[in-house]
């Protein structure tokens, strides 16, 4: 069944459809996690370089002497350094603009009035009144007559280095500012993956959701730290979450590094448990219950990471009532601390799932 799903996801990205793809490589992946023909492929449709990276690395621990997987391997990493890298820093080269003749002519005068000045100061030095001597008439010519002198100051050299710096301004630097991660997509070049299991339950009032949900989450109580499960390392990352207690912690080895309120599934469709592995990472989605009979759909769902078939840990931006079951299966975290979580951990992750 999956190489015929393999086969369609080829027939769809030579034909363009992206979208396609990957909705029929998630398919492949979740029916046989084992065939890294299907992560490659992914990969080469993955919204991001970065969750493309992911996909390869997942591959090359399935295939690690494959030479294909290998070539992959260094094409997801030279993505990921392209994108890591400034923008160009040719606009910073350019030259400033040259000074126009209407610039340059209270300059040359200026030039001029103080050559007069400096002529005529050396010409008295070396012909003195009493020598007798007559100057030649080149120097009685460019020597101005005495009244002008007299009356003429000498600009100060202030006065010269202000005219310069005007000409030739030297490139300020603007303040570099990051923009916000855009968890929202252009459908129109890039579109978003569209699955569902987490929506708003009808039975609780939803509050308006905001363009910029602010993180207003209450940790987590103390808890006793969980026992790290078989087969985890003593540094390596893994999630566990707690029914009971509604509540997940981040764990590397035995250190728990994050510690949040959730919302998980109610008790009429609640979350599964066992322990699972993160295997698809979107960081925006939009989620619609009609194409499994829930009246809901949900746009933008940032930061999501399935772990079960359609079980995911994701933000969530429609409510706040964390620490209480409010979902139709996925876990529904913080929308901030959900980008953290999405960061922190790489596709693969345990994630330990009990009450």
């Known amino acids: ?89 040719t606009a910073t080269a350019v030259s400033p ?7 340059l002519r209270p300059v040359l005068a200026l030039l001029l009035l103080l050559l007069l000045v400096v002529t005529g100061f050396y010409g008295r030095m070396l012909l003195p009144s009493n020598s007798g001597l007559a100057a030649p008439a080149k120097m009685a010519a460019a020597v101005p007559p005495p ?82 499960p078989a087969g985890v390392g003593p540094g390596e990352r893994w999630i566990d979450i707690n029914l009971t207690a509604q509540t997940l912690v981040a764990y590397e080895g035995d250190t728990p590094v994050l510690s949040v309120l959730i919302s998980s599934g109610t008790w009429r469709t609640p979350t599964v448990t066992g322990q699972f592995r993160t295997y698809i990472k979107h960081e925006s989605q939009t989620m619609n219950g009609y194409a499994l009979g829930y009246n809901y759909y949900l746009e933008n769902v940032p930061y999501v990471m399935y772990f079960y078939r359609g079980y995911a840990i994701h933000g969530t931006y429609w409510h706040n009532n964390f620490g209480a079951p409010m979902s139709h299966g996925c876990v529904n975290v913080n929308t901030a601390d959900a980008g953290w979580l999405f960061n922190w951990a790489p596709l693969g992750t345990l994630v330990n799932v009990r009450y």
């Open 1 to 89: 069944m999956s190489s015929h799903l393999l086969h369609q996801a080829r027939t769809a990205i030579q034909a363009g459809q992206a979208e396609t793809a990957r909705r029929l490589l998630e398919q492949a992946i979740e029916q046989d996690a084992g065939n890294h023909a299907a992560w490659l492929l992914l990969a080469s449709v993955a919204t991001t370089p970065h969750i493309a990276l992911a996909y390869v690395q997942r591959a090359a621990r399935l295939r690690p002497h494959d030479p294909t997987v290998q070539k992959a391997l260094a094409w997801a990493q030279a993505r990921v350094q392209a994108a890591g890298q400034p923008q160009s820093k």
């Open 97 to 103: 603009p040259r000074p126009t003749r209407s610039h």
């Open 147 to 228: 009244q002008e002198t007299a009356t003429e100051t000498p600009p100060a050299p202030t006065a010269t280095v202000v005219t310069a710096v005007a000409l030739s301004p030297t490139p300020t630097t603007t303040p570099f500012h990051l923009r916000a991660k855009n968890v929202a997509r252009d459908a129109a070049h890039d579109p978003r993956p569209t699955w569902t299991l987490t929506p708003t339950p009808t039975d609780t009032p939803v509050p308006t959701p905001t363009l910029a949900p602010t993180a207003t989450a209450e940790p987590a109580p103390a808890a006793a730290p969980a026992a790290r």
